[in-house]
């Protein structure tokens, strides 16, 4: 947690260049992330370092300081149109406030606009210059050595500077300061900021993944990266072939997570449409110079790594990526590969709710759902698409999570490898993303993750943050991750009191912006806690609305599916005594009389059939049969004489 800047605030002495400007943030929002830089417009939507829509002017964001209190500080999104170089000095000043070297020589070399960090333990600077392609942004200044937490960072873009106004040394005004270029390219060349970028250095060793292993690989990226999948699928090689390889192999780098060797990211590029459909002249270029592919896999890795990693080294942030745009011919043109499935039909990829009232039986659900997928078997009745499983267990220890496995198995088989547990997991806020990478990395053929329950990771609603906007704003991410992997994530959720019976779904605890964010929903709900029998209510974006009837098996501890609620309502109606008299009497013709005769007619071959002792109670119970009876081939008309009758005749 953040406890704000620990030097004297002055925006008046920010550079008026950069005050004029609409590039500003706000960071410190949220106290237990404070570096994630806000809109100055909307404190409670994420700014991006890509998005310049996100970005305010200096007056808005300093309001919201100053003024509102929305924020603990300001900074400034640096772009390559300032002419400027954001250098940042980390831990740089010695007890009695003076520079240490190195740095003390590299400011000389660097007139410009300097000022103390927040923290009072270094130093920003703006200076005229730039940088050059290929350079890293950070740097330590004795990388060997961890106790020393010296470090430079230069950037010119994707990065926000935390801002002060606490001026420090002699100031250049921008407008009159000269080129700085001398003292950056001295900062680069001696920190080597240029240097173990290469791709020599960093491309994985590890080569001749399985080919079942590698197409995985390649159908997840492809989903999940529209700038790879389109250049991979593409067959127009009119324009520049070099350029166009180049751009291939960079966005492979970045779909593929950085995580192939050049040997299998040539083997998935062999067999794009891209290199299929080359002439003679540059498919023999492509498989017979042994140097071309290899020499461009290494440029490319080289320029995308950098890329990313100066994105890496940028504060995250909620907010959206900059957007992509796509033709519509160019979109009907890609081939993109299906929707993975954890259970076709019925949990596609991406950000699902299982949604049940407390002690109804969701986990036991939710346990078997990822043990059925990771051994390939069948779940509620349908086939599940084998693959890794991860259920975190977050109300649970280990005796109970080892109880429920072995009541769930049958004692003979095994349970499966590829079902892997934990109890404890850090919150959406606090590294879930990067624990779930983390366990991905190790299982690339992960087809479903399971969080019981959604409450244990969910982080708190922001300051003057209303319910919607927070719960939106909390799921998105975990929603993009799971269509960026193409994985199902499942969060085990609670109902709330008051459920409206025109919608089941407003039951979700919660706004809906949960409800909102999920690609699908699945609402188990019961007419008495104590009933064996259950209702799931399905809905989502690919899924098709439905409700199953579910029956809790007690010995197995084991849900399961008995067809679907109208299916069930149909033979019920079917095998009614009203209605089974009713068919029986159109199958001899045309039937006329009143509702009490008809009621005689029931009771006669059913005698112990349920029918009221009133007349308002058979009106009441035939006029919910009547209109449902055109579904059996029976029509239904009332006729007045002395007294009201009722014909019934066959439809054919």
């Not at 700085?180 to 390219?185: E, R, S, T, V, Y």
């Not at 990478?437 to 209303?466: S, Y």
């Not at 089941?504 to 919660?510: K, L, Q």
Request: with cysteine; aromatic share 8%.
């Amino acid at each position: 947690m953040s406890t704000g800047p620990q030097v004297e605030i002055n925006y008046d002495n920010i550079p008026p260049e950069l005050r004029a400007r609409k590039r500003w943030v706000l960071w410190g929002v949220d106290l237990d992330k404070a570096k994630v830089p806000y809109q100055v417009a909307n404190p409670a939507r994420g700014a991006s370092s890509a998005n310049p829509l996100t970005w305010g002017t200096f007056e808005t964001a300093r309001c919201a300081v100053e003024l509102v209190g929305d924020a603990q500080g300001i900074g400034y999104e640096i772009t390559p149109d300032d002419g400027l170089v954001a250098v940042d000095f980390d831990h740089c000043l010695d007890a009695a406030g003076s520079l240490l070297e190195p740095f003390a020589t590299w400011y000389k070399t660097m007139p410009g606009y300097w000022e103390l960090s927040q923290s009072g333990t270094g130093l920003h600077g703006f200076v005229h210059g730039t940088l050059p392609a290929g350079c890293g942004n950070k740097r330590p200044i004795c990388p060997g050595d961890k106790t020393d937490k010296r470090e430079v960072e230069l950037y010119i873009k994707e990065r926000y500077i935390a801002m002060t106004g606490a001026l420090w040394g002699p100031q250049t005004p921008l407008a009159d300061a000269p080129s700085a270029q001398a003292g950056i390219d001295a900062i680069i060349e001696q920190t080597g900021l240029l240097k173990g970028n290469g791709p020599a250095d960093t491309l994985p060793e590890i080569d001749d993944r399985p080919a079942e292993e590698l197409d995985a690989i390649l159908q997840s990226a492809l989903q999940r990266d529209m700038d790879f999948a389109q250049l991979y699928t593409n067959t127009d090689h009119s324009g520049n072939e070099s350029t166009a390889d180049h751009a291939l192999v960079c966005a492979a780098c970045r779909a593929v997570n950085f995580k192939l060797s050049a040997g299998d990211l040539q083997r998935i590029l062999d067999a794009s449409p891209w290199v299929t459909t080359k002439d003679a002249k540059h498919l023999q270029k492509w498989q017979e110079r042994t140097d071309y592919v290899p020499r461009t896999i290494r440029e490319a890795w080289a320029a995308s790594a950098t890329k990313e990693a100066d994105k890496m080294e940028g504060f995250k942030s909620l907010a959206p990526e900059k957007p992509r745009f796509v033709t519509a011919a160019e979109l009907d043109r890609m081939e993109l590969p299906p929707v993975q499935w954890a259970v076709p039909g019925l949990l596609p990829a991406g950000l699902v709710f299982l949604v049940a009232a407390p002690k109804m039986g969701k986990s036991w659900l939710a346990f078997d759902h990822c043990l059925s997928v990771a051994a390939g078997d069948d779940w509620l009745g349908h086939e599940t698409n084998q693959g890794a499983t991860l259920y975190l267990a977050l109300e649970d220890g280990l005796n109970r999570l080892q109880k429920r496995l072995k009541t769930i198995g049958d004692g003979f088989t095994p349970p499966p490898a590829g079902c892997t547990l934990a109890i404890n997991a850090p919150m959406l806020n606090a590294g879930l993303l990067e624990f779930l990478d983390g366990w991905l990395t190790e299982h690339p053929d992960a087809k479903l993750v399971c969080i019981d329950t959604f409450q244990k990771v969910k982080p708190p609603q922001g300051k003057n943050e209303n319910a919607y906007g927070a719960d939106y704003r909390i799921c998105s991410p975990l929603q993009a991750w799971a269509i960026q992997h193409n994985i199902c994530v499942l969060l085990v959720h609670h109902t709330k009191k008051g459920v409206n019976p025109g919608d089941i779904f407003e039951g979700v605890n919660g706004s809906q912006g949960l409800t909102g964010t999920a690609d699908a929903t699945l609402l188990l709900s019961k007419e008495n806690r104590f009933d064996a029998d259950a209702v799931l209510s399905v809905t989502g974006r690919d899924v098709e609305m439905e409700r199953y009837l579910m029956h809790f098996n007690p010995t197995a501890c084991r849900w399961e599916l008995r067809g679907t609620v109208e299916n069930q309502e149909r033979q019920n109606f079917q095998a009614c005594p009203a209605v089974k008299t009713i068919k029986e009497l159109t199958e001899q013709g045309p039937w006329k009389g009143t509702i009490t005769e008809l009621a005689d007619e029931v009771l006669a071959r059913y005698p112990d059939a349920p029918l009221p002792e009133t007349a308002a109670g058979l009106r009441s119970y035939f006029g919910k049969i009547w209109p449902l009876l055109k579904s059996q081939g029976v029509v239904h008309t009332v006729k007045r004489d002395k007294k009201r009758l009722h014909v019934l005749e066959s439809a054919k």
